[in-house]
């Protein structure tokens, strides 16, 4: 210890005097207090922020935690198979669509024994020692193609990781190869009629019409006639598929009898049957009700129908079509005696594009077109198209739709219901019962129609809808509102499986007088279990 000098006793002696004083224990004690009180709110202001530190880190752990369960949800549902490398080139990540695609249940662990196996053919693992960062490239498995992309991620000069995606493209493809093939065969089935033209028509301007017979002349222009009709089909097809992709096809709906419109494309069509000593006849299975169609579309599909028939039937053949119904559904059968379908194109032949490569197929041309443009059609007017075949004996084309009935009744429960149609189809269905609905004074958009107006009514309605003006039963007098009917009872209402009693009564079918409608042989499988008409003897 220093010794004390004299100049600083003095300043010592005083401060000794001054904390031997009462007053000086007292400043003494709330100096040690105030500085208690501080470090023991520093403690607690320290401690709250751990606290606060501590809340945060554990809220930031539940959002990563809860991040990435997610992300390994996606992951799992992703139909993309996705296998995730470090840096170190070891397996961190995978989902159940890399293993489903790669045909394996363990994916190579090293990213290197990835590339060795499936990146080696295909230009993958060449493009990535170049230092691109990236590469893509397509391999098989099963029979399935799969597009393999790449991408290596970097952290300044440090690569972080490898990516791999894989996809299964094997639709894509077919579908892209189908576009091409189908170009090739607009391409031939252009040029074809197109050089013919060229030909005659060099052949008339080099020989001049004074140096040919007129019988010759002739026979060159119906040539030429011939194979510019056969362009303005094929632009047509193209036109119509077209319009349906982008929705801008517009249906022009009627009432139509469907028996009377077959038989007329039918009787249409006789001289082209003719031409290979084919017989095309009509049958009448059942009473078939008028249906609501576009009449352009159903003649198409038929004609289409009745056109592959004739197209695939060898000379001296048959081709038989039935109208029939059943269950409110009206139904068109095109019968041939040709070739037959082989199986493995049975599920194909409605594909746009898709030519049957067998026999005939190249002889005969076409774009395969005709039988895509006829689903398209059926199916825009609520129906279905199916076929049957058997090799060498025949092939079988069922068209069902919709009587006008059914489609009325659907059409009007979903306007009750209050969830109508959207589709062109059920829309002009609508248009016309708010056309006969305005006649009969029903108000259809009152949020109360359901039960307001009375059964009777709206069976009325629809009868109008399909008959028109002068053969509907319904008057142009208002319709009574139905009386003391329960708000909250709807099975009386219009719907798919009401309106019982007016099933019962047939519907009118308009049909030509001097039409001979036949009734088919037994011998037609499709007719067991469905009443036939009866001749009137009278």
Known sequence: MMPTTAAALPFFERLKVLFSTPAAYVAAGSAAGILLVVLVWAGIRRHRGRKAEQRNLEKTTSLFVGERQRANLVLQDLDVGVLLYNASGQLVSRNPAAHALLATNSPPEKFNEFLRAYGRDNGIHANLLLGTGKASGQITINGRTLRIRVKETWQGERKAGSLIVISDITDTEQEEHRRKDFVANVSHELKTPLTTIMTYLESLLDWGLDEKPPSAVRKDILRIQDDAFRMKRLIDDLLLLSSIDSSGWMPRMEQLDIDLTVRQTA?????????????IECFTVSRVPLVFVDRNAIERV????????????????????????MSEL????????????????????????????MTGSRMYGGTGLGLAIARELVEMHSGRISVTSELGIGTEFTVTIPSARKTFRETLAAILSGAPYTDPFHQAAAEELSRQATVMGIDLAHPGARTRYSQEALTDLVDRAI?????????????SEAKDAPAAKTDDQPGAEDMESSQNEPDSVTSDPDEDRKTPPDRTPFLQGVEMIQENPD
């Open 302 to 325: 038929i004609s289409n129908l009745v056109s592959n028939a004739i197209k695939y039937t060898g000379r001296n053949g048959e081709i038989r079509i039935y109208t029939s119904s």
């Open 467 to 479: 008959f028109g003006d002068e053969e509907a039963e319904a008057s142009d007098a208002p319709v």
């Open 330 to 357: 009206v139904i068109v059968k095109v019968s041939d005696t040709g070739f037959g379908i082989d199986p493995e194109h049975i599920d194909k032949i409605f594909d746009r594009f898709y030519r049957v490569d």
């Open 267 to 279: 009787d249409r069509m006789g001289l082209q049957a003719k031409e290979k000593d084919i017989a």
